[in-house]
């Protein structure tokens, strides 16, 4: 009852305040509860309870935690700090799908990613972890990094566990302008892989904790590669 005279007796700038004050109160605790969910933002707008999960997360040795945490960093111009977070979560990889598309964009162009060590972690890491030979495909075909070699990009096709089309485009692009030919073994393992991609067209998999490729594969991409092989065959 002393709250309700209270309010009937003050000003009305009085009441306007408090309307204010509760209502930022209310987003305050909104913005909190909603910052829980990750699936909500991506690892460059990073906020609240997520950024705190992530941030403890890569203290704690998470691998993929220390990726999300590093490119955080980069979007908040501390790059320094992010690479240096980049750098141990590539260092302590043990798995494919823990091999970020970073190290290769990053090849050559900053300390620490220079291209052999790049290559013997994804080796490494290859050798245990079969799918990360989808990864060493993407960097042998990587024009801006020095470890470029078609011949060991070639011999990572047959390797592959995965469906690959974008990557097998991009072999076959670069293959085509450098001026060399694509051997009869290496178009029959192509194929293979496109057989792969139709089963995952015809039967879509579930989310698999392995490398993948940033977008699914879909029945035109498929034909358009299948086209660029029997240009090779003519």
Known sequence: MKIFRWWRKSSLATKLLLALFLLAGAWTAWWWADSAHCDRQDEFTLR????????????????????????????????????????????GARKGVELHDNMIGYCDRISGFEARTVEAIVQRVAADSPDA?????????????????????????PLLTQCAHLSLEQYLRVAQEAGRPVDPATRQAIRANLALC????????PIANTVQEFMPVRQSDLDALSRQLEALDR
């Open 198 to 205: 139709a089963r995952e067209v015809a039967d879509p998999p």
């Open 133 to 157: 030979h989808l990864r060493l495909l993407q960097l042998y075909t990587y024009q801006r990094c020095s470890a470029f070699d078609l011949d060991k990009a070639a011999a990572q096709i």
């Open 48 to 91: 609240g309870i997520c950024l705190i999960q992530i941030r403890n997360s890569a203290e704690q040795g998470q691998v993929p935690a220390q990726w999300i945490y590093g490119n955080y960093l980069e979007g908040e111009d501390r790059k320094q700090e992010g690479n240096g977070w980049q750098l141990r979560a590539m260092h």
